[in-house]
């Protein structure tokens, strides 16, 4: 073994189906993505590793584009890394990208934005292939509507209306900097990039423009929910399923590889949407 002549960081781009996780963080019961990535880093370091990530997700919550970092005391190629992790990692975890970063990088605190991705299976029959990796809403949705509700909630915003009752965030006052609502086909799909995301902000925000969607409120419904500032005028949360979280973006010193959009039969590219 090779070891370094003092601790160093590396970051890795980590990709997950958290249907069968109970979200990320470790847990003394349970599934989680943390312990299984903590273990395979380990096994490849041999010596037990901790990692931090940009955004703790959620049970049944999915990711394309997490990043995380660990320290440790031993060298590695990047090949090693990626291929050693993946060698350990059970199927539904894989570890894309492993890249060296300066002692003053940490994957959560070092984040300038994320952006997360929902997915809304919108037909009469419920999905067989997706099932899981995506939501069902059978009442036809109008994504025009959805969109126009949308847009008072782009910018700094109080976001107390949006965020989970448990939510342990010091202050709800977010900014959300782009909300596209596209339909492609019978899918619907919602990209939210903001500098940070409250608990359960982007399925509370997805949950209220549900119901602008199936016609139940009316677009300006989603302004007077954002100003009551009470979660308790909201409309419900959406379901896990089609959650996923796509890209964390980082200043560009410490030049980590760039996520790739979240490419499927039910989505548009990153690139197409502006």
């Known amino acids: 073994m090779q070891r ?11 990709e997950y189906d958290g249907s069968k996780f109970v979200g990320w963080q470790r ?5 989680t993505v943390q312990a299984c ?6 096994t490849v370091a041999n010596e037990p590793l901790k990692v931090y990530c940009a955004g703790r997700t959620d049970t049944g919550v999915h990711a394309t584009g997490q990043v995380i970092h660990t320290e440790t005391s031993v060298r590695r190629t990047r090949r090693s890394w990626v291929l050693g992790a993946n060698s350990n990692l059970p199927s539904d975890i894989a570890v894309q990208w492993a890249h060296e970063v300066p002692d003053d990088f940490h994957a959560r605190f070092s984040a300038t934005g994320r952006t997360y991705q929902y997915t809304i299976c919108n037909r009469v029959a419920r999905p067989g292939l997706w099932a899981g990796k995506v939501s069902f809403v059978y009442q036809p949705l109008d994504a025009a509507l959805m969109s126009q509700a949308a847009r008072c909630l782009v910018g700094y915003h109080d976001f ?21 609502v596209r339909r492609t086909g019978e899918f619907v799909t ?4 903001a500098n940070a995301f ?47 979280l796509t890209d964390v973006g980082y200043p560009e010193h410490f030049t980590l590889p760039k996520s790739v959009a979240l490419c499927s039969p039910w989505t548009l590219l990153e690139t197409d949407m502006g």
């Open 37 to 42: 990535v903590e273990q395979a880093l380990s």
């Open 190 to 193: 919602i990209v939210i990039s």
């Open 27 to 31: 847990q003394t019961i349970g599934r």
């Open 160 to 180: 107390t209306s949006f965020r989970a009752s448990g939510c342990q965030a010091p202050h709800a006052m977010r900014e959300v900097r782009r909300i596209d």
């Open 198 to 244: 409250l608990q359960h902000m982007v399925r509370n925000i997805v949950g209220a423009l549900l119901r602008v969607g199936d016609g139940r409120d009316s677009p300006e419904w989603v302004h007077e929910v954002l100003s009551a500032r009470d979660r308790k005028v909201g409309g419900m949360t959406a379901d896990a399923a089609g959650l996923y």
């Open 4 to 14: 370094a002549f003092g601790p160093m960081k590396v970051a890795f781009g980590v």
